[in-house]
């Protein structure tokens, strides 16, 4: 369980870190920024991949993983962007 651990775990980090890099260069409105996109990125992929973990009976792939921690990342910020947006810039 250890070894799965370490070999899931800098799966969900890479994952978090390409979806908050990857929605910050897509859509720049209405974020915090490129390092809160990325925490709120790993924070929505480490509770969805430990929460998928737990309920899934056998050990997921790398790959599988790493889609778990895409999808979970993609919710948590754009949740963010719908509900709590930031001020718009005044130019």
Known sequence: M?????Q???MLIV???LT???SE???PAGGYGLRSDMVAGLAGSIVGGTAMW???RGEPGMLA???IGCGSAVLVIVAQ?????SAPAVT
């Open 2 to 6: 250890f070894e799965a651990m370490i």
């Open 8 to 10: 899931m775990g800098p």
């Open 15 to 17: 994952a978090a870190i």
């Open 20 to 22: 908050g890099w990857w």
């Open 25 to 27: 260069a897509i859509s």
């Open 54 to 56: 737990a309920a899934l």
């Open 65 to 67: 993983m790493f889609a």
């Open 81 to 85: 962007r719908v509900f709590w947006r």
